[in-house]
């Protein structure tokens, strides 16, 4: 079945770095578009970035542009998000998703000095 | 962007009553391929989203019988014929017409 695991999130002070990884199993990775959606305490859902199935063609929210690096590979099955420059209102928790129809447990990543 | 809204934002129902909620599209969510990439995703109190209807009315695996989708262009309604305990949570709609997917405000369906 398919599986989606998030890892790295954490407690980290405005401006700085986080790196979120999304191990991923149970079909075939590389076959798939993959996506970070997160989710603010109490909140909606927020679409954060897109990366084709080779990492050719990516997008980023506004929001986040300029900030975070979204990239794959594809031999180890893995999905990563770096997060530069945090601010208080990216502390969320983090989803991995195979397109949108498979999401992982999530992250948190707090952002708080 | 295309801004998803949805109605009701809260949505009381008593057990074994169908509850029916609305989300309508800022433009027309039809692609170019001729799809149209709107989905309802449910999301239980403490637990990840999950994919219930993709493509308007098609039920993700798993999913069951009691719940429905339907709409076209701009308006669409997820409808759940016998609600159940299990259902209670918050529900999206969202569009990936545009791979920078949008998501409805959610609506909360609780058990009167």
């Known amino acids: 079945q398919v599986q989606l695991v998030e890892s790295g999130g954490g407690l980290v002070k405005p401006g700085g770095s986080l790196r979120l990884s999304c191990a991923a199993s149970g079909f075939t990775f590389s076959d798939y578009y993959m996506s970070w959606i997160r989710q603010a305490p109490g909140k909606g859902l927020e679409w954060v970035s897109y990366i084709s199935t080779g990492g050719f063609t990516i997008y980023y929210a506004d929001s986040v542009k300029g900030r975070f690096t979204i990239s794959r590979d594809n031999a180890k099955n893995s999905l990563y998000l770096q997060m530069n420059s945090l601010r208080a209102e990216d502390t969320a928790v983090y989803y991995c998703?195979?397109?949108?129809?498979?999401w992982g447990q999530g992250t948190l990543v707090t952002v708080s000095s | 962007d295309i801004v998803m809204t949805q109605t009701p934002l809260s949505s009381p129902v008593t057990l074994g009553q169908p509850a029916s909620i609305s989300c309508r599209s800022s433009q027309s969510l039809v692609h170019s391929d001729g799809n149209t990439y709107l989905s309802w995703l449910q999301q239980r109190p403490g637990q990840p989203p999950r994919l219930l209807i993709y493509?308007?009315?098609n039920r993700f695996s798993g999913v069951p019988d009691r719940f429905s989708g339907s709409g076209a262009g701009t308006d669409f309604t997820l409808k759940i014929s016998r609600v159940e305990a299990e259902d209670v949570g918050v529900y999206y709609c969202?569009?990936?017409?545009?791979?920078?997917?949008?998501f409805g405000q959610g609506t909360k369906l609780e058990i009167k």
């Open positions: 969202m569009q990936a017409t545009q791979f920078m997917y949008t």
């Open positions: 998703a195979r397109r949108y129809d498979s």
């Open positions: 493509k308007i009315s």
